[in-house]
Every structure is written in C-alpha cells, then in structure tokens.
C-alpha cells in the first residue's frame, strides 16, 4: 500500500485518452442499447414477422407463450451480440482496461444469457396470465413490486456469486477499521464485507452495497482493495454506508413501482386501442417497443433521481468518514482507473448519467472540507 501515490491526481494522458474512449462508449450504448431494440421491435412487429412466428407457436400447444418469447429473444440476442462483443470486449482490450480471456467472456456472456432467458420467460408468461383481466396493469405493478424485492434479496447470494469468486475481507487490521466505519455510520445487521475478485476480467474499481434482510452484504472488487489506500477504501465505505443508512435500495424499489403503473397503464391503452386481441403473443414486441420508448422518455427523470441519492451517499461519507482528501482522491484515481470522463457534455449527464460527473463529486469534497474548517 505504501507505493501507491496519495493524493492522486488525475493523469493528464489518461484524461485526453478518456474523451476519446467515453464517446466510443457512449455511442455504442445508444446504438445497441436503444436504437437497435426500438427499430427491432417496430421492424419484427409491424412487418408482419410476429405473427407468423404466433402462428408457428401455436401448434405448439400451451407453452405457446414460452416458444414464441424463447425464440424473439433468441433474435434479439444475436442481433445485440457484434455490438456487444466488441464493446465490452475488443473495444475493452485496446484501451487496456480489460483483462478477460476470450473463453471467460463468452463463459460470463453465457451466463447472463441465461439469466436473461430465466427470468424473462417467466416474466412474458406471467403478463399474459394477466393480460385477459379488467385492469391488468393494477396486479401486474403490484407484481413488479414483490419480484423487485426477490431479485434484490437474492443479487448478492445467487447472481453475483454466478459471476464473481466471493471470499470475506481478510486483512484483519484494515478491516476492523472498515468495520469501525461501518459501526459509526449505524450500520448494523450487514451479513460481512466480502471481495469479488474483479481483477481476473478488467482494471476498473468499484463497490456496492446489496440485498435485503439477511442477504445485505458490502462488496468491495479486488481492484479497489489492492490498488487504493486504506483512507480511500474508508471513503468509498462510506459511501455504501450511507446507500444502507438512508436505505436506497428501499428508494429505489419503490420509485420504480411509482413509475411502472403509470407506464403499465400506457401500455394497457396501446394494447386496447390498437390491437384486435389484447391477449395475442404477436403483441409482444409491441409490448416490448412500449416499454423501451417510455423508459428512454422517463430516463432523465429517474437518472436525476439516482445522481441524487449518490450525491447524499458522498455527502454522507464525508460527515462519516471526515476525509475529504482521501475521498477526493478516491474519485479521482476512479474515474481515472475506468478511463472516465470526469467533465461530461451537461445533456450527456442529465439523459444518461446516473451518477454526478467526477468533477462535480470531487468539488463536493473541498466544498465540504472548507465548510469544516470554518465550523472549526
């Protein structure tokens, strides 16, 4: 720990270098993460190709539902996958941010497949249960509250162990001063701060705070541990302190149910009024168009949101925590680890970002430092 520089500073090479790969990824996320569903979704459903692949379905008898949604998201799969090879892949490689072997990336791409496939079936299956009832919309929001909080309690104990070897912190001196953090900032009933090793797939750092109840745990990756310092990892506690304390996930969970009976209730119309057969699997593209098009209109406002509680997570670290040199070097080696843009066009942010720029959270740090100092 003691080769590594502090206060970090950004390096200059690595912020001209990081405009460059930010618009890289920012367009192919537009690209593969709008344009192509939404002109997929309109092309398959409007050009007569769903409903043929209905009336394929239907011989199949009553999993009919299941074949149809197997298949349509088989399509979308291969459609997304050049794109998404290269983005997360090559494109990863050549800016040297990457560390994935070919065969742990398609063994990785494999298993969110199939995580894709597990819950999206079922999900597809259960609407069309719905779909025949007088206010479908109601129950299926009411729905997409409880599997909310499923996927929430088990991300940590069932999904992210899919993808990540898991194993308690075990610097047994640095971790009683993460522990004292922890305690300070009235976190309790958190099952361990555990390490995901990160380094085996790409350089970048990161943390999160995750489940609920008895499956709540802090993970810290591997990248962050070995190559921050001690103050800086403190901060970066802190700050998934604060997500536990002012309970976020909780906020989040219930934002999101807030804003789907509302998006439910479009789409209940669209189907109502511009179908024949509200219940026929052929609408399922439609569907699918819908709720892509309203999330792309409700992005900036549930975006705004999230930059929020992040903002009140780094406030909170920094009352915590009371480094704000160490919390501001933090963002900086961050932002400069994942060759990050720390100073974002304005309109990028306010539609994509769902974190403020770096910029912003580390003049949050000497803001807060200044303030203490006269409070002093």
Known sequence: ???????????????????????????????????????????????????????????????????????????????QFPLRFYSSYTYEHKYGLSRYKLSGWFKDYSKSLMLFYLFTIPIIYGLFLLLPLQNWWIYAGVAYFFLSVFLSTILPVFILPLFYKLEPYRNKTHLKRLLSVIKSAGVT??????????????????????????????????????????????????????????????????????????????????????????ADIANIPLIFLAFRALDVILMPLTNAYSRHREAQADLFALE???????????????????????????FVVFMLHTHPPAEKRVQMCIDWKRAFLRRK
């Open 320 to 346: 915590t925590c009371r480094k704000p040199v160490a919390q501001a070097s933090a963002e900086k080696r961050l932002v400069d680890t994942a060759l990050g843009d720390h100073k974002p066009h304005p």
């Open 1 to 79: 720990m003691s080769k590594i520089k502090y206060p970090y500073e950004y390096d200059p090479k690595k912020r001209k270098l990081a405009k460059i790969y930010s618009k890289g990824r920012l367009m192919s996320g537009i690209i593969n993460g709008i344009i192509i569903p939404i002109i997929f979704f309109a092309f398959f459903y409007f050009s007569g190709l769903s409903a043929s692949l209905r009336d394929i379905a239907m011989p199949t008898g009553s999993p009919a539902i299941v074949f149809y949604t197997f298949v349509f998201l088989t399509l979308i799969a291969i459609i």
């Open 189 to 278: 009933n958190v099952k361990g701060i555990y390490v995901a090793n990160e380094s085996a797939k790409s350089v970048k750092a990161n943390a999160l705070f995750s489940g609920l109840g008895k499956t709540k745990r802090i993970v810290l990756f591997d990248t962050l541990v070995n190559n921050f310092t001690p103050d800086e990892v403190e901060t970066v506690i802190g700050h998934e302190a604060g997500h536990y304390i002012q309970k976020d996930i909780w906020r989040g969970i219930m934002i999101d149910t807030i804003l789907i009976f509302p998006v439910l209730y479009i789409v209940s119309a669209i189907l109502a009024n511009y179908t024949s057969s509200v």
